[in-house]
């Protein structure tokens, strides 16, 4: 079983930077895939960001050059750096890790951009 803990998450102001962490414990021998997804209010469930364990990044169109993946393989973490926030950043952001063939998710974290 795996175990994925997610922090970072918050109120901030539209332009401003919150980073979201993912730590993973457990029965791990190897993580390929990580990343992130978002869920807003009335919305589907959303890719923001995903890292192969080569270090290959893809985000969606929305976020890209404001946010940043990051992965340290001898940490099971991953990253989300966010800059330039916009209110419609707002959602509860999710992270997953793929060891070996199962997907396991976070427990999600509020990211609320307002003034």
């Known amino acids: 079983q795996v175990q994925l803990v997610e922090s970072g998450g918050g109120l901030v102001q539209p332009g401003g930077s919150l980073r979201l962490s993912c730590v993973a414990s457990g029965s791990i021998f190897r993580i390929y895939g990580m990343g992130w997804h978002r869920q807003a209010p009335g919305k589907q469930r959303e890719l923001v960001a995903e890292?192969?364990?080569?270090?290959?990044?893809n985000y969606v169109d929305s976020v890209k050059g404001r946010f940043t993946i990051s992965r340290d393989n001898a940490k099971n973490t991953t990253c989300l750096q966010m800059n330039s926030l916009k209110p419609e950043d707002t959602a509860v952001y999710y992270c997953?890790?793929?060891?070996?063939?199962?997907?396991?998710w976070g427990q999600g974290t509020q990211v609320t951009v307002s003034s």
């Open positions: 890292i192969s364990n080569g270090g290959a990044t």
């Open positions: 997953y890790v793929v060891v070996d063939v199962k997907v396991y």
